[in-house]
């Protein structure tokens, strides 16, 4: 069974960074892009980044564009997202997913996902 595990998450000032990592197991990253979304509190989950399978082309929300960066480890099974210059309005549960569409905004197009890992930025 195809699991998707975040960790790196945890409280930080605001200007600060974070990374965080989503391992997958059970399979390998072939054939699937992988995404960050996240939810913050009393609104609905959105795109964060992507990254594609197999050029790793990367794609970001013009909210945290310049100041986060989504990567991938293959000999890992793991990708990152790399936060800096962090402020309070990011503070939400992130959560990595992976999909085979192509249309990797859309959370509906995205079958497996993690547990969720909380970040939290004080002013």
């Known amino acids: 069974q195809v699991q998707l595990l975040e960790s790196g998450g945890g409280l930080v000032q605001a200007g600060g960074s974070l990374r965080l990592a989503c391992t997958a197991s059970?399979?390998?990253?072939?054939?699937?892009?992988m995404g960050w979304f996240r939810r913050a509190p009393g609104t609905e989950r959105v795109f964060v980044a992507s990254i594609t399978w197999p050029t790793g082309a990367t794609y970001y929300a013009d909210s945290i564009r310049g100041r986060f960066t989504i990567s991938r480890d293959i000999a890992k099974n793991t990708v990152y997202l790399q936060m800096d210059s962090l402020e309070p309005e990011d503070t939400a549960v992130y959560y990595c997913?992976?999909?085979?569409?192509?249309?990797?905004?859309?959370?509906?197009?995205?079958?497996?996902w993690g547990q969720g890992t909380q970040v939290t930025v004080s002013s």
């Open positions: 059970g399979r390998t990253f072939s054939d699937y892009a």
């Open positions: 997913a992976s999909t085979r569409s192509a249309l990797i905004r859309l959370e509906r197009v995205y079958d497996t």
